[in-house]
């Protein structure tokens, strides 16, 4: 389908992107890669007649490692994350999740300011965000703030982002211990029917911290404090793993749809989970 028309701009700085929402405001959004808001606009589910290309805009690129501190820019796309090898030293859950997003056409374009700041409960990165206890930094026209991402979600495509905030970064302090990010989904390049994300560090035999998110299982992302909370300070006895997968499935509110029934997601989310919780602990 063809998109209602609309008015392209291309600043080369934050001002220019500001003075543009400013004139027009909800009538304006800001584009990234595209690859969520064009298909949207072709469906005629958005309606944007000014699109804002961030393309040119100063600042918005790079990944930076620093000491324990990784700072990723809002127009770094799923395919330099996969490339960057100083980020997979440091945070390696980064590549296996972005491997799992979509398929390498849409990765070479889709960033990762656009996948966090979208709101849609499919994307990956936003529960990705949330295990790695990410926060995102959001500049308007009166400053800059930085938002927890394990508070930024309240519904489907709906954020703690106000209509004229750019995210420009996203930031976490790099992770220790073992990894896992599985997604369960109908064929390639398709978004998840359920996929968990997990970190774990060990000491001895005992998990001394845990971090568990879900994807896809609810309208927005879920960090399960109480999954984590079930492994941590246990040696991941079967028991153990069997309260963790319980306090998760407590913890999420899939739909049915065109990925399946109620029961058939919180199945899947179930197997997802202990098939990563096994795969970071192998690793921690
Ligand atoms: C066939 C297909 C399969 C896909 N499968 C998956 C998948 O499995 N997993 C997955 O996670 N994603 C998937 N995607 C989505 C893809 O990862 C998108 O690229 C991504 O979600 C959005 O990033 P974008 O840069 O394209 O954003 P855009 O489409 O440009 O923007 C998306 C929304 O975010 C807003 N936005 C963008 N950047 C910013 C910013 N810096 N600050 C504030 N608002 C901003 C825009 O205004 C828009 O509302 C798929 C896409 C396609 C086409």
């Known amino acids: 389908m063809i998109p209602a028309a609309f008015e392209y701009h291309r600043p080369k700085d934050m001002e ?6 400013t004139q027009h405001g909800d009538e304006a959004r ?10 949207m606009m072709k469906l005629r589910m958005a309606d944007v007649p000014h699109l804002i ?7 918005l690129g790079g990944i930076t490692v620093d000491g324990d501190t990784v700072r990723i820019g809002a127009m770094v796309t799923q395919a330099e994350i996969i490339a960057n090898e100083e980020l997979f030293k440091v945070a390696p859950i980064m590549r296996e999740a972005s491997l799992q997003i ?12 656009g996948n966090v700041a979208n709101g ?13 206890d990410a926060s995102f930094t959001l500049v308007g026209p009166d400053g800059e703030r930085t938002v927890a991402a394990r508070e930024f979600y309240e519904a489907a495509y709906m954020t703690d982002r106000a209509d004229d905030e750019v995210l420009t970064a996203v930031s976490f302090a790099a992770p220790s211990g073992g990894y896992a990010y599985e997604k369960q989904k109908r064929k390639i390049g398709d978004y998840a029917t359920a996929a968990a994300a997990v970190l774990l560090t060990k000491d001895g035999g005992n998990c001394t911290a845990a971090s568990i998110a879900m994807t896809n299982l609810s309208d927005t992302p879920i960090y399960s404090e109480a999954a984590s909370a ?9 028991a153990d793993i069997d309260t963790a997968v319980a306090a998760m499935l407590g913890d999420i509110d899939p739909m049915q749809d065109n990925r399946g029934p109620v029961e058939f997601k919180k199945h899947a989310a179930a197997v997802i989970l202990r098939r990563a919780i096994a795969r970071a602990w192998s690793r921690a």
């Open 16 to 21: 220019g992107v500001f003075a543009v929402l």
């Open 30 to 39: 800001v584009l990234a890669g595209g690859h969520s808001l064009i298909p």
């Open 53 to 59: 290309d961030l393309q040119d805009v100063d600042g």
């Open 102 to 113: 979509a398929d390498p056409q849409v990765r070479y374009m889709g960033t990762v300011g």
């Open 120 to 132: 849609d409960p499919g994307n990956d990165m936003p529960g990705l965000m949330q295990c790695l």
């Open 230 to 238: 079930a492994l941590t300070g246990t040696s991941l006895g079967e």
